[in-house]
């Protein structure tokens, strides 16, 4: 018994120190070119919010000092698809290569308005709705 606690124990430890070095990567577009400002956020093995951050101008991301052991990483950024990933063992992604997406707008409407008083040359013109 004593020996199963002490090998459960060795376990636990090694894979919380291995997500304690933190989770890293690297996202890009499908021509390997960096993507700034993408939202990735570390979920807990049910898919709760854990932590998130951006990326930087390189594309890169970093977590350190994790509470915790995260299951999976979630990229998401507007006109790409979002991607849900395991986080491997050693935390580090590599590269993550986003695919972009396309959404068609059913009708676009541009409205506007004349205003109601304008100068024209040196006089003021005021509209009256219904009249010339």
Request: proline share 5%; charged share 15%.
């Amino acid at each position: 018994m004593k020996k199963i606690i002490t090998i459960l124990t060795a376990v636990v430890m090694a894979v919380t120190s291995g997500f304690a070095q933190g989770v890293t990567g690297k996202v890009v577009e499908e021509n390997h070119s960096p993507l700034e400002f993408v939202n990735v956020v570390l979920l807990n093995p049910d898919t709760t919010y854990m932590a998130g951050t951006v990326t930087d101008e390189k594309g890169i991301f970093m977590f350190n000092n994790l509470q915790g052991v995260p299951k999976y990483i979630k990229v998401s950024s507007i006109g790409y698809s979002d991607k849900t990933l395991d986080i491997p063992s050693t935390g580090d992604f590599g590269e993550i290569v986003l695919e972009p997406t396309t959404v068609m707008l059913g009708e676009v409407i541009v409205k506007s308005n004349r205003p109601v008083t304008a100068i024209k040359g040196d006089a003021l013109v005021t509209t009256v709705t219904g009249s010339q």
